[in-house]
């Protein structure tokens, strides 16, 4: 079946610094790829996405690159502030598997001034 | 335009009761999927209802059950309650549930005690 593997949390850095959270998947299909965040108190957002190999989803200074040779969607963010502090989940969404989509177990992040 | 409404935002119930959740999908949205999240197990994907449909079911038992009206707003019941439901219970809707932003709403946090 699908799967999406995080690195675990906290993640603390200082305003400023660069982010990596990295994402591996397994999908049976060909998955579209998605980062969504989760601030304190709310539901989920969509941060950005990529449907196919090499796309690269970007959105607030955020990127990921779908990489299939690596089953990868790294999140990256050049320099982080204080209100990027949230928890970030990776997910694919498979059409073999009905378009549910398939989280990864969450990412905390606390960025420090 | 008005986001995905749930209510309640809060529950605490004991076990053995039943509980029923609500969710007002985004206007023009017809595909509302259900998500549980805890600790635990992350989140994890319930069922999803289009056109008054159930599209896609997870791997929850019969205790958990849905539907879905006319005008796209959407239910789930828990029957039996354990202890073990204690999440919260996210609710996302899509205009059609395929490969697409899924927007979500702020959950109803449910105790059980």
């Known amino acids: 079946g699908n799967s999406v593997t995080q690195m675990e949390g906290p993640v603390t850095l200082s305003e400023e610094a660069f982010l990596t959270i990295n994402c591996t998947y397994t999908?049976?299909?060909?998955?579209?790829l998605f980062w969504y965040v989760q601030y304190p108190g709310e539901g989920l957002q969509l941060l950005l996405k990529?449907?196919?190999?090499?796309d690269k989803g970007s959105n607030k200074g955020f990127e990921a690159t779908y990489r299939k040779e690596t089953t990868s969607f790294h999140l990256e963010k050049g320099s982080v502030q204080v209100s990027d502090s949230a928890v970030y989940f990776c997910?694919?969404?498979?059409?073999?598997?009905?378009?549910?989509?398939?989280f990864g177990g969450g990412t905390r992040v606390l960025v420090k001034p | 335009k008005a986001g995905v409404t749930q209510t309640p935002r809060y529950l605490i119930k004991t076990r053995g009761q039943q509980v029923t959740l609500s969710c007002s999908p985004i206007s023009g949205h017809r595909s509302v999927s259900w998500y549980q999240q805890t600790p635990g197990q992350g989140l994890q994907f319930l069922f999803e209802?289009?056109?008054?449909?159930?599209?896609n079911k997870g791997n929850f038992p019969g205790r958990f059950s849905g539907r879905q009206f006319s005008n796209s707003r959407s239910e789930m019941n828990v029957s039996t309650l354990e202890l073990g439901d204690s999440a919260l219970y996210l609710c996302?809707?899509?205009?059609?549930?395929?490969?697409?932003?899924?927007?979500f709403g702020s959950g109803t946090q449910l105790s059980v005690l």
């Open positions: 997910a694919l969404s498979d059409q073999a598997a009905g378009n549910k989509l398939t």
């Open positions: 209802y289009f056109s008054e449909t159930q599209r």
């Open positions: 999908a049976t299909g060909y998955p579209s």
């Open positions: 996302a809707s899509s205009k059609t549930g395929l490969n697409e932003k899924l927007f």
């Open positions: 990529a449907t196919k190999a090499d």
